[in-house]
């Protein structure tokens, strides 16, 4: 026989179960476990891309390029998102259950599972473990990391999402933007979104969001450290491909999310 899901179906682990029926008697039989992703090849998916070597690329390929450093000097990192792994699946799956937004109501968090932007929302927020939400990461940018992980030592995701799940779901100390990118990455395209990771030089960091980078001086001249806006070196962040019915086809494509934890999301 043949299962054939609607496009927009909720991602998870399904249970398939077997009735027959026989004049007045049923019969049930549990056949085993499923698990339904988002599909980029189906073209009535929220997250279908029509490009087979885009496909391959933002999907598909385990191995990929991180940029770090400054304007001036770009390093490439190379970076190994595994998302094919052995128990990678099961560690994903079970991010979701972990959330927030699962615990508050987990009948209409499951309900939601089949809209990319609400699991990209979700996972953004797993990937950090500022809200107390078991999330994988915790960031650090200053100080000594001599009893935890240098955040610039990860080559990878997968054995940091495998350490949170020997954790029991612990956060693991420490990541910074091009980590919480490259976990992101990973989560997102195992569970069949298109992902890729973006970097920016010279980033400017809006916090009152007035769309300026605002600076204060005396009337000598000299600066007051009274504005919270900056401008980092760099920093990295995703962008994932699906189709925004909320906004109007114009909006459809790639859609920024970011996990490196700075104000809180809503």
Known sequence: ??????ANAVIGRYNLTLLVTSGNKIFSRFL?????????????????????????????????????GNAKYIEARGWYYGQFQDHLLNICLTMLDLSLYYRQDAAIDVSRRGDPKYV????????????????VLLGKWQGNFHSHENPSRWDGSVVILQKWRQDNYKPVQYGQCWVFAGVMCTVLRCLGIPTRLVSNFNSAHDVDRNLSIDKYYDSSGKSLNIGKDSTWDYHVWNE???????????????????ATPQEQSK
């Open 1 to 6: 026989f043949t299962i054939s899901s609607p």
């Open 32 to 68: 085993g476990q499923f698990v339904l992703l988002f599909n980029p090849w189906c073209s009535g998916d929220a997250v279908y891309m029509a490009n087979e070597n885009e496909r391959q690329e933002y999907v598909l390929n385990e191995n990929g390029i991180i940029f770090v």
């Open 120 to 135: 990209g929302r979700v996972i953004s927020s797993m990937i950090n473990g500022n809200d107390n939400d078991n999330g």
């Open 240 to 258: 994932s491909w699906f189709v925004r019915p909320d906004l109007g086809t114009p909006y459809n494509g790639w859609q920024v999310l970011d």
